[in-house]
T-cell receptor, first 112, second 115 residues
Framework: LAKTTQPISMDSYEGQEVNITCSHNNIATNDYITWYQQFPSQGPRFIIQGYKTKVTNEVASLFIPADRKSSTLSLPRVSLSDTAVYYCLVGDMNSGYSTLTFGKGTMLLVSP | ETGVTQSPTHLIKTRGQQVTLRCSSQSGHNTVSWYQQALGQGPQFIFQYYREEENGRGNFPPRFSGLQFPNYSSELNVNALELDDSALYLC??????????????FGPGTRLTVL
């Protein structure tokens, strides 16, 4: 399983763009990258998923360079409610079962 | 559409006891995964059920077992509870089979405290 490394914590202010980078140096050909968000005492929530280049949805963008050894989750104009833990996961899309492996995640604190 | 629900919300047990946690998957989902989340850590995969069969397991001992029912709801059973079993237990459902490519929808979790 590809190991992921991401910052333990990040601080931001309301209205700013936040970029959280995840390193996954030994990502395999069949692996894809997924980001989840988790609020205290709640289950994680899927944010975005991608394989290469750029993916955008209504809440975030995911940038993946050509070598796929890292990825960056971009949150535009964060608000206080974006304060949460963000997990970067790498999973084998051809696996016979779920191989979602969560690390410790990045604790994002958004201040007024 | 009903989301993933779990019961009970909180539970307190003593060492050596047994516990059963329950999960109702999101409507239309046929795959359920269970995770254990200790304080300050990310969720750790316990096992997954697809169409009533266990089709994947993480690094957890056999005293962690489960079931999936024909309506795709699921149970997690833990025997001989240990203090380290204190954690938030999360259930996640997904659709379309056992591939981890499918988005997983998590429930709110059951907070288990072992004294």
């Amino acid at each position: 399983l590809a190991k992921t490394t991401q910052p333990i914590s990040m601080d931001s202010y309301e209205g700013q763009e936040v970029n959280i980078t995840c390193s996954h140096n030994n990502i395999a050909t069949n692996d894809y990258i997924t980001w989840y968000q988790q609020f205290p005492s709640q289950g994680p929530r899927f944010i975005i998923q991608g394989y290469k280049t750029k993916v955008t949805n209504e809440v975030a963008s995911l940038f993946i360079p050509a070598d796929r050894k890292s990825s960056t989750l971009s949150l535009p104009r964060v608000s206080l409610s974006d304060t949460a833990v963000y997990y970067c996961l790498v999973g084998d899309m051809n696996s016979g079962y779920s191989t979602l492996t969560f690390g410790k995640g990045t604790m994002l604190l958004v201040s007024p | 559409e009903t989301g993933v629900t779990q019961s009970p919300t909180h539970l307190i047990k003593t060492r050596g006891q047994q516990v059963t946690l329950r999960c109702s998957s999101q409507s239309g989902h046929n795959t359920v995964s269970w995770y254990q989340q200790a304080l300050g850590q990310g969720p750790q995969f316990i096992f997954q059920y697809y169409r009533e069969e266990e089709n994947g397991r993480g690094n957890f001992p056999p005293r962690f077992s489960g079931l999936q029912f024909p309506n795709y709801s699921s149970e997690l059973n833990v025997n001989a509870l240990e203090l380290d079993d204190s954690a938030l237990y999360l259930c996640a459902s997904s659709m379309g089979g056992a591939s981890s490519y499918n988005e997983q929808f998590f429930g709110p979790g059951t907070r288990l405290t072992v004294l």
